[in-house]
């Protein structure tokens, strides 16, 4: 009877990593979409009205298609998403997606650039709605799957906006929307190539039973108002703060246009540090969802995006609001998980249909905060403006946590688990195998006393050691120095024209224009590295700082010992 315990356990292992490489590949090709889509929405009205002649009005009909049937569509994909294989509706979305940035390439009409806006908003709602149904499917095991997909999401949108603005003058918006439409174009592939969910049936609609197929489209309809009524509270919380933040998001962008004069480039950098913020904390931040509870992390977070609208109203100048936009960066960086986890606990089985409803309530409150923002720009000064927009923000931090506590999930999630380099061999296994129990504590102490005293390259897999993180930083800082070298040499360093020029100036446009486009793609290269340079830095030194806190003191007794 032994002989099946280790079939056993490997299918329960191959099931194991089929789900992580399925989250993987999905957390991938999030960062892959997420970034042309950051990207596409910030350059859209430039393009929009630079390369076709649309109007102010035109542009803003341009927008609004998009975001009216990304809205509409949520729900529908929600519904695909429970009762079809989700990376199939995922790889739709993110194909469509890529359909969108080509029609926006070679676009050359309203009509065409309207008809690519459609198609995309049709595709955000089904990427997005299974991206996020497909990574909850593991938050049972793992409460830290909504902070890594936030992490992914925003790593590549700021990745895309240093590629996308830096390139831009050398290969065109054509050329841009092209690498845009590519990069969707490998993330369709990337979740089609996924594992199928395992152990998890086609059809999981409540209060059907039958093969795979036979659900109606009115039970799926039912189905999604059961979900609607169920989220009600924490929908129109949503729908509150997001019209706050979308507000206020919207009054900086045309404040830093209107109201100190900075271009397109110039206003992306504003915004830059809070996105590599948002990357870097996402997971930091569930440390402390799991210390405190959601709850308070959800009014703390409500009280430093208010505090961020209030120091808006008197930032000097722009610098000293990309510092401000850091601490509303680091408030979405808890808030934005928290809530798509909670959505995806009340909803269980269906969370589809709870993430299309919850998505569409965001995309709701988006839209009256976009309309609510022009007439407070127009309508009031700058400083009651953002008066304004901080009092729903404020709301929130009592709103919100109610919310959450009436959908009845729990305050605390469960910690995440280490994630280890490589699996051990489970105690089951073990004992099946013949030892006893006793036998099997003692191996486990022998082991782990021998990694103590000399850790063997599988305990050095698992993570790496603050040595190993000064190491691999000087390397870069090493092959950065020497690349740098050789285009200062040539004169093509914008490092140079950084420090010996106007530092505000060279920091915010793209430097000196060159005679050709290989001088400009070189040019901009090293500028790009600069960039990635500095997040590398901010992302190592970050691990360095929490393995240094974490560091137990040698007087401590080891936890093995206690063991």
């Excluded at 050359?108 to 908003?121: L, M």
């Excluded at 996105?275 to 703390?300: C, N, P, Q, T």
């Excluded at 005679?515 to 990635?532: E, H, K, N």
Aim: net charge neutral.
């Amino acid at each position: 009877m032994t002989e099946h315990v280790p079939v056993t356990t490997g299918t329960e292992a191959d099931a194991d990593a089929r789900r992580r490489r399925r989250e993987g590949n999905t957390l991938l090709a999030a960062m892959l979409t997420n970034g042309p889509n950051e990207l596409i929405d910030f350059v859209l009205p430039l393009w929009a009205g630079a390369a076709i002649g649309l109007s102010a009005t035109e542009v803003g009909v341009l927008l609004a298609v998009e975001m009216v049937l990304s809205m509409l569509f949520r729900p529908v994909a929600g519904v695909l998403a429970d009762t079809v294989e989700r990376r199939y509706v995922a790889a739709a979305g993110a194909a469509l997606y890529g359909v969108s940035a080509a029609g926006y390439a070679l676009a050359q009409s309203a009509p065409v650039a309207y008809a690519a806006a459609a198609v995309g908003g049709v595709g955000g709602a089904l990427l997005w709605v299974s991206v996020r149904a497909i990574v909850s499917e593991r938050l049972a095991e793992d409460s830290a799957v909504f902070p890594r997909l936030l992490s992914s999401q925003e790593t590549g949108a700021w990745v895309a906006f240093i590629a996308g603005l830096t390139l831009i003058g050398l290969i065109g918006y054509t050329g841009v929307f092209l690498a845009c439409a590519a990069a969707c174009a490998a993330a369709a592939v990337l979740l089609l190539v996924s594992p199928r969910r395992p152990g998890h049936p086609r059809t999981v609609v409540e209060g059907t039973e039958g093969t795979e197929g036979e659900t109606a489209e009115g039970t799926a309809a039912a189905g999604l108002g059961a979900v609607e009524r169920r989220l009600r509270p924490m929908l129109l919380a949503v729908v509150l703060t997001m019209t706050a933040e979308s507000a206020v998001s919207l009054l900086l962008l045309l404040h830093l246009q209107r109201g100190f004069g900075l271009e397109i480039g110039e206003i992306a950098y504003v915004f830059l540090p809070g996105a590599i913020a948002m990357s870097v904390a996402a997971e930091h931040l569930h440390r402390y969802v799991v210390r405190f509870g959601r709850s308070r992390v959800l009014m703390a977070a409500s009280l430093s995006s208010a505090a961020f609208a209030v120091g808006l109203a008197w930032a000097p100048n722009p610098f000293v609001i990309a510092g401000l936009w850091i601490l509303s960066g680091l408030a979405w960086a808890a808030v934005i998980p928290i809530g798509q986890a909670v959505i995806a606990e009340a909803s269980g089985e269906q969370a589809g249909r709870g993430m299309g409803v919850y998505e569409s309530a965001r995309l709701l409150g988006a839209l009256t905060g976009a309309l609510a923002a022009g007439a407070l720009y127009d309508g009031v000064n700058w400083t009651a403006a953002c008066l304004v927009a901080a009092v729903p923000l404020l709301a929130g931090a009592v709103v919100v946590p109610r919310a959450v506590r009436r959908l009845g999930v729990a305050d605390v999630p469960p910690p995440a688990p280490e994630r280890p380099g490589r699996p051990e061999k489970p105690q089951a296994s073990v004992a099946a195998d013949g030892a006893s129990g006793a036998e099997s504590r003692a191996e486990a102490g022998t082991k782990t006393a021998a990694t103590q005293r000399r850790p063997g390259r599988e305990e050095k897999g698992k993570q790496k050691t603050p040595r190993q993180i000064r190491r691999e930083l000087g390397l870069h800082a090493a092959l950065f120095a020497g690349a740098q070298l050789v285009l200062l040499v040539v004169g093509l360093s914008w490092l140079r024209d950084l420090l010996t020029g106007d530092f505000g100036e060279l920091l915010l446009s793209g430097g000196r224009v060159q005679d050709s486009p290989v001088t400009g793609l070189l040019y901009g290269a090293g500028r790009l590295w600069t960039f990635i340079l500095i997040g590398d830095a901010l992302w190592q030194g970050g691990r360095l700082l929490v393995l240094t806190i974490r560091r137990p003191s040698p007087e401590s007794p080891s936890r093995s010992s206690s063991d």
